[in-house]
Every structure is written in C-alpha cells, then in structure tokens.
Nanobody, 122 residues
Framework: QVQLVESGGGLVQAGGSLRLSCAAS????????MGWFRQAPGKEREFVAT????????YYTNSVKGRFTISRDNAKNTVYLQMNSLKPEDTAVYYC???????????????WGQGTQVTVSS
C-alpha cells in the first residue's frame, strides 16, 4: 500500500554532511508517521528520528541530537534527513519507514524502504 525509496547515501569524511531523501508513494494518507532507522554490521536496527506527518513534530535519538534534522515536504510526499557533523560511528545502512504514528520502535512501522548506505571515513 505504501512504497518508500531512499536516496542520498554515500561516502563522506568525518565532519561532513549528507542529506537523505525518502520518497513515498501509494496510500500514503493511511500513515501518519515517517521515521529513519539505521543498522550497522553486527548491530540491531536502531531508531534515529521520526516525524509526525500532520503536525511536523520531531523526535530524535540522543546520539544525533544537534547534528541531524528530519523534515518533510508535504507536496512531494518526501521526508528528509539532514546529517551534519558526521562521525564514523554514524556509518550504517539507513532506512526510512512509515507507520500509523510516531514511535521509536521499528516493530511499530509496517512499511520500509530498501535502505541507503552511509559511510563516514575517519
């Protein structure tokens, strides 16, 4: 019902910036929250940020506060993740997800993108 496509990942030096995009299509009106998660090799998928599509309220995990910004473009049905001051520990596959409401748990999101690789060199 909802299709998500991430883009914008790549290789950057520590301290650099990237902006990830997630374009949503299909029955997007049925989901009110979109979020970003990441998964590094050998680690569990972890919450990064989420946004309430209707209100624009945002939530972040502590490790990215002050560095990452999640935003939305209602007209384009697209959510963004602006990542600044990147650190090597930010290296992971980043996934966008859609769900019925804002949550920090990946289990509550029922639609996922394919992921985009972010690699930060030290």
């Amino acid at each position: 019902q909802v299709q998500l496509v991430e883009s914008g990942g790549g290789l950057v030096q520590a301290g650099g910036s990237l902006r990830l995009s997630c374009a949503a299509s299909g029955r997007t009106f049925s989901r009110n929250a979109m979020g970003w998660f990441r998964q590094a090799p050998g680690k569990e998928r972890e919450f990064v940020a989420t946004i309430n599509w209707s209100t624009g309220r945002t939530y972040y995990t502590n490790s990215v506060k002050g560095r990452f910004t999640i935003s939305r473009d209602n007209a384009k049905n697209t959510v963004y993740l602006q990542m600044n001051s990147l650190k090597p520990e930010d290296t992971a596959v980043y996934y966008c997800a859609a769900g019925p409401g804002p949550s920090q748990s990946p289990r509550t999101y029922d639609y996922w993108g394919q992921g985009t690789q972010v690699t930060v060199s030290s």
